[in-house]
């Protein structure tokens, strides 16, 4: 099955060595793509956890995170900046709303890097309008 990061690579030389656990992520757009396949199949919860800064996580658990809580269908990760141990990703999420439309969460992620780790600590969100042209792509 092809990866649902959209690298174009299968899940088995993808993200799925991330999201089981069975590799550690080096670079933070491994990470972040790893979380999208994460949140794509549901059933990772763990992976989200552990990706996920501790003083940024709140109230979450791993078992919260395993839930598929949209129908996400294409991933666009733009520039990746990273200064040191701090790192900013761009990217385009895209899902399916329960209407059938599609939808685009457009987002500025940060993560900070700890002894060799990337970790999700937060983004910036913006709704995109999506073009039906582009919708149907
Ligand atoms: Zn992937």
Redesign the pocket.
Known sequence: MP???C?G?P?SK??EPYVTGAKKPVTVKQTM??RF?AYALGGYGDYLFHTWHPQYRGGLTAKSLANRSQNWTKLEVFEAKQVGDRAAIEFKAYFTNDKGVTQCHHEFSQFLRHKGRWYYTDGKVKMDEVPAATAQA
Do not use: D, G, I, N
């Open positions: 990866c649902p990061c690298s690579k899940f993808c993200c793509r790893a396949t």
